[in-house]
């Protein structure tokens, strides 16, 4: 199934694409317009999809997800989008690194915890006071 | 002579031997950790050059890739996991080395064969780029035309994974690269609205997604052995015989990677695998190779560093890479504001000679570190892989925040994590995408001046001989293959024959 749907997505988004590129300029023969380009991009990946589609049940690969790995590194990095000007580049090192972690299935959080700690006391040695990134350690 | 002494002085100043040092140590650090790669090192590390001189952040990036490299032999040897997919036919004559106490002779064999491989490779590097160069210079919108398809096609065949889906990923990455303001005609692209989309998408977050992220996501729940043997320097030292073993593996080696190298889609683990084969077809004992022969070792392990010091003359005399990880270089001359292509030479004179001087100064310190720190690395490996993954997100995170100071590059380095993540998973190769990426636009802007300077007349592309004559290889390459296939298909439908070819080969 989702051997179809990964074709499937690919189609219908060069289709999108293809039909946001008819809004762009054509050109003329010698000064070509910012559409061709997009046009012969996406067209190209929609009629490649679609033969993809055609011959999907012929395709090897897994069919599995390890959606708790994805869940937890993506969760992982939202919250340090979301932490990282509001609260600080060390919570959100500390809070990206424990919801990441939490994408494998071993539940030793000691050594995890010590290991976090001292990390994140290195982030902010070579970032901030080293490179001089323009975060705070703590706060907004 | 002048130009060596020239680079010498260059690569020479204290900053850019402490970049240099910096970048080897960081790159085999991160090579020795099986699973992430040379691409997913330079990405982690570029946005820590930012800050630097051009000339100092390129030698440190080009010390990291070589420098992992060589740290990805490591991990295939004592671990049996290739560090780096170059170093994968290094775990068949390795590992078994290591498990009859020979972990020490293996890692002393690979760095010398990575030194030698490196450095015959550097010597073609210096002879040849300012040939290339010159055939270069005489290089119009036409010739790059039609040398940029070649390099989609040729990166096409790679990864193992179908054409279809390569041509896919090539057409999916130049699709991405179209985002941003079009600077011909003003047009906004795909921009939705969003006013950090109109210089179009970096490099780093997007190679970093689909490199580095999806990379871990991919490996989260891997599991590795402890490291059993133990390796001491007088371990390390290899007899007589192994000496006698490890020397025409070494040259022909050297040889293949500094003739793979340049090829677009083949790079280091092409080359690597050219090496294996041929040692174990021309050796009196074939059936011994995957037992712990020297010459399984010796011979890829030169080729693969050749093949990365040869890799840079694509790269560095036409601006063109042929493999990703050169893409990758190309991004980050790009965004340290160096055109790569054949002007570079001359208009750079201090970053060409200085970045060359500094490949021999790379190689011989990861000569002398690679030995004494082979304790270091052995510890590194030991690290359980649910310790290290987390900290590698972050740094990934921070990577991709210190390109702009804005989280918004996060995001899409997350974006192309998840979509590099769920490609790869359903068997699509992403280098090909990371090609299409870099080279589409200029693909783009030459056919658009080519277009030009033909006044609409498309002939103007096939116009010169060289244009002609690559665009003919190009076309070569596309039509082979399916005719190849419907060779092979031919004696199956008339009575299932045996294929005519032998499948090894394949």
């Known amino acids: 199934m989702a051997r179809y749907v990964t074709w499937g997505i690919l189609c219908l988004v060069a289709g999108a694409a293809f039909i946001q590129a008819l809004s762009f300029g054509f050109g003329s023969g010698p000064r070509i317009g910012s559409a061709i380009i997009p046009l012969a991009l996406s067209g190209g990946i929609a009629l490649l999809s679609v033969t993809g589609l055609v011959r999907a049940g012929r395709e090897q690969g897994t069919d599995t997800l390890d959606l708790r790995a994805l869940a937890a590194v993506g969760a992982g990095v939202v919250v340090f989008i979301l932490t990282v000007e509001r609260a600080g580049l060390i919570p959100a090192t500390l809070l990206c690194m424990g919801i990441a972690y939490a994408g494998q299935s071993e539940a030793r959080y000691l050594d995890f915890v010590a290991y976090a700690a001292v990390f994140a006391v290195g982030v902010w040695a070579i970032f901030i006071a080293g490179l001089g990134l323009p975060v705070r350690a703590f706060g907004g | ?506």
């Open chain 2, 1 to 506: 002579m002048d130009n060596l002494i020239l680079g010498l002085s260059t690569a020479l100043l204290p900053a850019n031997l402490l970049a240099c040092f910096a970048g080897v140590l960081l790159g085999t650090a991160i090579g020795v950790i099986p699973g992430i790669g040379a691409m997913a090192a330079i990405a982690l590390i570029l946005p820590l050059t930012f800050s630097l001189d051009p000339t100092t952040g390129i030698v440190m990036l080009a010390g990291v890739y070589y420098g992992a490299e060589y740290g990805g032999s490591t991990a295939s040897i004592l671990l049996n996991l290739p560090g780096t997919p170059s170093n994968a036919i290094t775990c068949l004559d390795g590992y078994p080395m290591a498990q009859q106490g020979r972990a020490g002779v293996a890692l002393f064999i690979t760095t010398v064969a990575s030194f030698i491989g490196g450095s015959i490779g550097i010597v073609v590097l210096t002879l040849l780029t300012p040939l290339i160069v010159d055939v270069g210079l005489a290089f119009g919108p036409a010739e790059y035309f039609a040398l940029i398809l070649l390099c989609f096609v040729a990166v096409s065949g790679v990864g193992g994974a179908d054409r279809r889906k390569n041509f896919v990923m090539i057409l999916l990455g130049g699709l991405v690269s179209t985002v941003g303001i079009d600077i011909y005609d003003g047009t906004y692209r795909y921009t939705f609205g969003f006013h950090e989309l109109i210089d179009g998408l970096s490099l780093v977050p997007v190679a970093m997604g689909l490199f580095g992220l999806s990379e871990i996501i991919c490996s989260v729940r891997q599991s590795h052995e402890r490291v059993k043997h133990k390796v001491t320097m007088r371990s390390m030292l290899p007899t007589r015989d192994d000496w006698r073993r490890m020397v025409w593996p070494i040259l022909r080696g050297a040889g293949f990677g500094c003739f793979f190298g340049p090829l677009p889609g083949t790079g280091p683990s092409v080359a690597a695998l050219s090496s294996y084969a041929t040692e174990r077809r021309i050796s009196d004992r074939p059936e011994d190779f995957g037992t712990g022969r020297v010459e399984g070792i010796a011979g890829p392990e030169a080729s693969n560093n050749a093949a990365v010091q040869t890799a840079f003359i694509p790269t560095l005399s036409l601006g063109i890479p042929g493999t990703p990880t050169m893409a990758i270089m190309i991004g980050a001359l790009m965004i340290h504001g160096i055109v790569p292509g054949p002007m570079l030479i001359q208009s750079e004179p201090e970053l060409f000679w200085g970045l060359v001087a500094s490949f021999w100064i790379g190689n011989l310190l990861l000569l002398i570190l690679n030995i004494p720190l082979i304790g270091v690395w052995v510890s590194l490996l030991n690290i359980p892989y649910r310790l290290l993954y987390p900290s590698i997100v972050v740094l990934i995170c921070i990577g991709a925040y210190s390109i702009s100071n804005a989280v918004f590059d996060v995001a899409l380095m997350l974006l192309f994590g998840l979509l590099g993540y769920l490609l790869r998973s359903r068997g699509f190769a992403l280098a090909p995408m990371l090609i299409g990426f870099v080279l589409m636009p200029m693909l783009e802007e030459n056919l658009r001046r080519g277009m030009l300077m033909g006044r609409g007349d498309p002939v103007y592309f096939f116009s010169s001989p060289i244009a002609a004559t690559i665009l003919a290889i190009a076309a070569l390459l596309v039509v082979a293959p399916i005719f190849g296939s419907v060779l092979r298909r031919r004696p199956r439908d008339e009575g299932s024959a045996k294929l005519p070819f032998n499948e090894d080969d394949a």
